[in-house]
């Protein structure tokens, strides 16, 4: 059974920084891609960063872009996403999601095929 968990979430300031984590099990976590999906309270859901199967290749949506970092150690079956400078605009449910990343024409696609629960993210002062 496909298990992703994450955690890290919580209650920061403007300005400062959290890391989330996603615990996988049920499927070998080295051979899928990985991303990191986010949806603010009332809106819907915004890609923010995916990261291929062997850890080389990166994407970020524009709003974060040089602020968050995503990584995995496919030693421990772990995700994480290192968030700094964080703004009240990020505040959200955060959720890991595996899928399969394609390249096509030049771009990156990514289907999604498994989400977690989520963890809450709140940036506020």
């Known amino acids: 059974e496909v298990q992703l968990v994450e955690s890290g979430g919580g209650l920061v300031q403007p300005g400062g920084s959290l890391r989330l984590s996603c615990a996988a099990s049920?499927?070998?976590?080295?051979?899928?891609?990985m991303s990191w999906v986010r949806q603010a309270p009332g809106k819907g859901l915004e890609w923010v960063s995916t990261i291929n199967p062997g850890g080389g290749i990166t994407n970020y949506a524009d709003s974060v872009k040089g602020r968050f970092t995503i990584s995995r150690d496919s030693a421990k079956n772990t995700l994480y996403l290192q968030m700094n400078s964080l703004k009240p605009d990020d505040t959200a449910v955060y959720y890991c999601t595996k899928g399969s990343l394609t390249y096509h024409l030049g771009r990156y696609y990514y289907a999604c095929e498994f989400w977690g629960q989520g963890t809450q993210v709140v940036v506020s002062s």
């Open positions: 049920g499927y070998t976590f080295s051979s899928s891609a």
